[in-house]
């Protein structure tokens, strides 16, 4: 039985800088296109439906590129603002003469959004098809993990201030469910490695050193700034360890927002590195998952 064939278009209204058109190969055949521009940016999905039902071709298209986006905020690092996506045009149909004896469902065209605002490169679209290749493959339960992680990140990259705090304190705490032990650190030393943790660690140093002078206190009473603190002094060549204890100190400034309605000043920055450990954990236990 012949497939019919579909393209839909969208729309970036924040920007891409696309100095060349490029084009990226998705799972189960799909591809999309770039093309190239600057300002207000166009891309085309291809991508193949069992029957010519124009409303199927639209769900069926928007979540392919909904879900190449999502992904993208994984693998391209400088990119974090996910702004709507317009879909401008009902889907079309690439080959009505293999349906002639068919009728074909029609659908009103729609205005539809999802989003991005930085330079793109085709070895990022090729990371990411290789990242949805590979997170495919991966046992249903461990994918299901993963792409409710993935919803909480991409809900973060749409909000800002507190909530993009909060939807990522959740994105990141749906990760732990990848490991058996249910464990914080667990995950942690588990899928981040000495070299990456290192990168993370310095590049939000200041942040980590103003959560060791927080004095943020666990409800238990453990005073977790003076931990990371300590830490700190006696084991700079550990940076897992010390990102672990920045963690903790994380927890507890979630805490404070949520039972005492305090914003902190060190919240942006935590959610800053909330961001680049969810997005390197989610990196290698993807590729490694799969090896």
Known sequence: MKKAKFKL???????????????????????IVFHKSKGRNLGTIFFEIDEPDESIARN??????????????????????????????????????????????????????????????????????????????????KREIISRSLRWFRKASEADGEDRFIYRWISFEAL????????????????????????ILEKHKETVNELSRANLISLSGVNRSEKLRELLVRARGDPKAILIKAIFCIREVR?????????????????????????????????????
Do not use: W
């Open 176 to 199: 732990v469910g990848l490991v058996e032990e249910g464990k914080l650190p667990v995950l942690l030393n588990q899928y981040l490695t000495t070299p990456v943790a290192n990168e």
């Open 60 to 141: 069926i298209g928007q979540e392919k590129v909904e879900n190449f986006f999502t992904c993208l905020l994984v693998t391209k690092a400088n990119f974090e603002n996910l702004k709507p996506i317009i879909f401008p045009q009902k889907p079309e149909l690439l080959n009505p003469e293999d349906f002639k004896e068919v009728p074909i469902k029609r659908y009103a065209n729609l205005k539809m959004a999802y989003g991005i605002t930085v330079k793109l490169e085709q070895r990022e679209l090729d990371a990411t098809s290789e990242f949805l290749a590979k997170l495919d493959k991966l046992p249903r339960e």
């Open 255 to 291: 805490h404070i927002l949520f039972h005492k309605g305090e914003v902190l000043e060190l919240m942006k920055g935590s959610s800053s590195l909330l961001r680049d450990i969810i997005r390197e954990c989610l990196k290698f236990y993807v590729q490694h998952a799969t090896c």
């Open 9 to 31: 278009n969208f729309e970036t209204e924040a920007y891409f800088d696309i100095g060349r058109e490029m084009e990226v190969a998705l799972p189960n055949g799909s591809k």
